[in-house]
């Protein structure tokens, strides 16, 4: 038992368990990018529908595909309303990313393993991203099992098993993500061309294009049908207009990369950047040897495919108009088994436990930190201020020209919906459009149940709109977050009065 407790695979998996688990439901939703997540997610959950991303009842939520919804859904219908269960998929992903790198370890390098699944463990960007909502660990994990079965193809036995697994991993990473899930394809494919040609080695088997079919394709075949020119938005705006278009506004400058990239490489790998960097620094030695020798290509193939893995996508990132830290988290994993391919090949000891502990120590105080931190994006403190104010349960929460707290959804019940109105009709586009409906079509609806928020300068200008239009706005006790809190009555018994909730 005690050889089992000093063990670097049970010390390895302690610790990647602390980092992942130990309070992650302690803070409260953060808008807007897990608000919005987690709201479209129980709205499937309580409408019965996972087949649509939804906003709310009226309005449809496509920028993403449906497997982080699913997640998410599934993890809340299982473990109840809550941050821990909301945020579960991300911290198994995690999880599962560390295993990977054991894995992938083991068969490139091996003795290797576990200072990979260490560095992974450890390295400040995938700890920290391990507690938020998002879809970008469930696509790393996607796309890293698809790169371990590659791996395993390539460098181990049974390829046509392994080939077949790789394209499940690429299914559940288009399923996530759309066509940048496929992005691995491309790092797949130069490895294949650089390496030299064996029987057997063929990537595109009937049977894994078949599952990829399959598992990929029936959830985008279902939704384009049912809805006309969504096919043109997911190819237009989700793909074409992010790849090459500042509209999205995520510094799509020239000089972007060296803004988001940079940083989020030199910090996110701590404590591991240094091996990295002395990595790095015989890369352009080591390219300039493969290019001119073949055999040279064949005898370095673990080395040549970790550099591909993390090249080639970076550099895909870096052309592309749209950009954001989370983006490259895929690419941890590749970095992770070259700081330890480094640090072992220059006979470096592992790190001490000792040194491991206390820097875990070190994350987990900041996520408590983090926790505690009072911030307006917190949706729990939201909750709490509006049943603070709210004479009746509250059944919808509806922001006039403010952004949306979705996160209101998870803090306040699953039955709870959001809104976002505009004051006056503004042109928008079909899918996706900035705001669920204008004042005067929410204020005809006269649902029984609702909070108003707006932001304290609209506040004089909008309760005159309300009362010109037969209705008066009662504030809610104090503003909250200079933002005012208030309920809509009929002026008048002449008024249309609510409706019956039930």
């Keep these: 038992m005690i050889r089992i407790l000093r063990s670097p695979a049970f010390r390895t998996a302690l610790i990647a368990l602390a980092l992942a688990f130990c309070f992650l439901g ?6 807007p990018d897990e608000g919005r997540y987690t709201n479209v997610a129980l709205n499937m959950l309580h409408s ?3 087949l649509n991303p939804r906003r709310n009842d009226e309005v449809g939520h496509w920028t993403k595909p449906p497997l982080t919804y699913w997640l998410i859904a599934s993890s809340v219908a299982a473990f109840g309303s809550n941050p821990w269960a909301a945020r579960l998929p991300a911290a198994a992903s995690y999880l599962l990313c560390v295993w990977l790198a054991w894995r992938i370890g083991r068969r490139l390098t091996p003795g290797s393993e576990r200072t990979a699944a260490l560095a992974y463990a450890t390295m400040l960007l995938p700890v920290g991203a391990s507690q938020l909502i998002t879809t970008d660990y469930v696509l790393a994990a996607c796309e890293t099992m698809a790169m371990w079965a590659f791996v395993e193809a390539r460098f181990g036995d049974a390829k046509k098993r392994w080939i077949t697994l790789m394209w499940v991993g690429f299914a559940l990473a288009f399923l996530t993500k759309g066509p940048p899930g496929l992005l691995p394809l491309l790092v797949v494919l130069a490895f294949d061309q650089a390496m030299p040609r064996r029987a057997g080695d063929r990537i595109f088997h009937f049977s894994g294009l078949l599952v990829f079919v399959l598992l990929a394709l029936p959830w985008y075949v279902a939704v384009i049908h049912g809805n006309p020119g969504l096919f043109q938005y997911f190819v237009g705006d989700e793909v074409v207009n992010r790849v090459t278009t500042k509209e999205f506004g995520r510094h799509g400058e020239w000089y972007g990369w060296l803004e988001i990239y ?16 002395r990595w790095a620094r015989g890369v ?9 020798d073949p055999q040279a290509r064949a005898a370095d193939a673990a080395p040549l495919l970790l550099l591909l893995w993390v090249l080639l996508p970076l550099l895909v990132f870096c052309v592309s108009k749209s950009r954001m830290p989370l983006y490259i988290l895929p690419l941890f994993v590749p970095l992770a088994l070259l700081a330890a391919k480094q640090r072992d090949g220059e006979g470096r000891a592992p790190p001490s436990w000792r ?3 206390l820097w875990a120590a070190l994350l987990l105080s900041a996520k408590l930190v983090s926790a505690l931190w009072p911030t307006h994006k917190d949706a729990a403190q939201w909750a709490d201020a509006i049943r603070e104010r709210a004479p009746e349960p509250v059944r919808e929460v509806v922001f006039v020209e403010d952004m949306a707290r979705y996160g209101l959804h998870l803090h306040l019940g699953v039955s709870t919906e959001i809104e976002k109105l505009s004051l006056d009709p503004v042109p928008q586009p079909r899918f996706n459009p900035e705001y669920d409906e204008p004042l005067d079509e929410e204020l005809r609806e006269a649902e029984a149940g609702l909070v108003w928020v707006c932001k ?11 009362a010109a239009r037969g209705f008066r706005a009662v504030p809610l006790g104090t503003p909250y977050q200079r933002r005012v809190l208030f309920r809509v009555e009929p002026l008048s018994a002449n008024a249309p009065a609510a409706s019956d909730p039930r």
């Excluded at 940079?262 to 960097?277: K, Q, R, S």
């Design 26 to 31: 302690t803070r409260g939703i953060w808008d």
């Design 262 to 277: 940079v940083p989020t490489l030199l910090i996110g790998t701590l404590p591991w950047t240094l091996p990295l960097l």
């Design 284 to 292: 352009p030695a080591s390219v300039k040897r493969w290019w001119r």
């Design 456 to 466: 304290e300068d609209l506040w004089p200008r909008l309760r005159q709109r309300i």
């Design 48 to 50: 019965g529908d996972w």
């Design 355 to 357: 040194w491991l502990w």
